[in-house]
């Protein structure tokens, strides 16, 4: 069985813009999760969230600079990222399945505000202040962490289909 990648491998710029515009509206549905549905993001989601900032940079930068060279380095960097942010997600969603005794992932907004100045506290407000272990939304039974480890998963392989040699 061969799987034709032409379809992808043809026109890597428009992948590249789709994978940042993908990236884009993770992004968006995080920020209505956390400002709307009211979920606060730990530690672990703000990381995701950068790496997903990150992968969207590399490739909206390769979709947008000409030159087969280019693509290619913002596709390594884009795999690079991604499995950065799907290693992130696989750890939070392992901490999800099995809970530490001792949840030591973040402090609360109101807690930190009282304990540390303020040049300390906003630091730390950009941290997370949710708990990494806590399942507070889910959709066809996949916590957050798992839909942005499978997220994080395409991600990787649209870039590594990307730096394949073309035939």
């Not at 710029?13 to 990236?23: F, G, K, S, T």
């Not at 884009?24 to 969230?49: E, K």
């Not at 290693?87 to 304990?115: H, K, N």
């Not at 540390?116 to 916590?143: E, N, Q, Y």
């Amino acid at each position: 069985m061969t799987v034709d990648l032409t379809a992808l491998t043809g026109r890597p710029r428009a992948v590249l813009a789709a994978m940042a515009a993908l990236c884009v509206g993770l992004l968006a549905f995080g920020l209505y999760l956390q400002h709307v549905v009211g979920l606060d993001p730990c530690p672990m989601c703000i990381v995701q969230r950068y790496a997903l900032i990150g992968v969207a940079v590399f490739a909206l930068a390769g979709a947008a600079w000409p030159g087969t060279g280019t693509r290619r380095a913002a596709a390594l960097l884009v795999l690079l990222t991604a499995g950065f942010g799907a290693f992130v997600a696989a750890r939070q969603s392992w901490l999800q399945w099995f809970p530490p005794e001792v949840v030591t992932c973040g402090r609360d907004f109101y807690g930190m505000i009282e304990a540390f100045p303020l040049k300390r506290a906003v630091p730390m407000i950009f941290r997370g202040t949710g708990d990494c272990t806590a399942i507070d939304w889910t959709f066809l039974s996949l916590t957050i962490a798992n839909w942005s480890f499978l997220n994080f998963l395409l991600l990787g392989a649209l870039a590594l289909v990307l730096l394949l040699p073309r035939r």
